[in-house]
């Protein structure tokens, strides 16, 4: 491993370990560095701030877990990607459960909405069978998982990924199906203009 990765892995492991004992607005640099035995030039030779070294743990680790998985896949291994992801969010969501309440500028949630925008374009443009997906769309979905995801890593009970999976399949599945049926079966009159 490259000496640069060595040092950004110290680093993310340095915050990830003073998340877990202080809210993130609290931690500084100066600490960060403290706790891995580095100096503060080293990390501003990687990182921006604090901000951008968050975001470079989820990026890192997110990546290498979806790397080599096709969002082009069949219903069920869409659905395996989708496990495999909420997997990973509750294996660290004390890490994450903070890491979604950065407010403001440089926040987590901007970069994850940002982060997953491109991942969602490229599986509605295999679904809808097109190239581009319409902003409206595309932001409206982000804006959804963003939220779906956020109210269940910030829950007091955080409900186990599986669980948490098989309910958004469930209630997408019965979504689909009411629409469908919905479209397929004619519209039959209300009881009072039948007999008018």
């Known amino acids: ?106 926040s987590f949630s901007d970069h994850f909405r940002e982060y997953i925008r491109p991942l969602l374009q490229n599986r509605l443009s295999y679904i809808f069978g097109q190239g581009n997906v319409d902003e409206f769309v595309l932001g409206f979905l982000a804006d959804a998982v963003l939220c779906a995801m956020e109210r269940w890593l910030l829950a007091r009970n955080c409900i186990p990924s599986r669980e948490f999976v098989e309910r958004i399949k469930d209630l997408t599945e019965k979504c689909v199906t009411a629409i469908y049926r919905e479209i397929a079966e004619p519209q039959q009159p209300a009881p009072e203009e039948a007999e008018k």
Request: aromatic share 16%.
């Open 1 to 106: 491993m490259a000496d640069s990765n060595i040092t950004k892995k110290a680093l993310a492991a340095s915050l990830k370990e003073l998340m877990t004992e202080q809210s993130f607005e609290k931690i500084n640099v100066t600490q960060i560095c403290e706790r891995c035995d580095m100096n503060r030039k080293s990390f501003y030779y990687h990182f921006k701030d604090k901000y951008d070294l968050i975001n470079w743990i989820f990026d890192t680790e997110f990546m290498a877990l979806v790397k080599d998985e096709d969002l082009h896949a069949d219903y069920g291994k869409h659905w395996a990607l989708v496990e495999k992801a909420c997997d990973y969010f509750y294996e660290n969501h004390a890490f994450y459960r903070k890491a979604l309440q950065i407010k403001g500028q440089n």
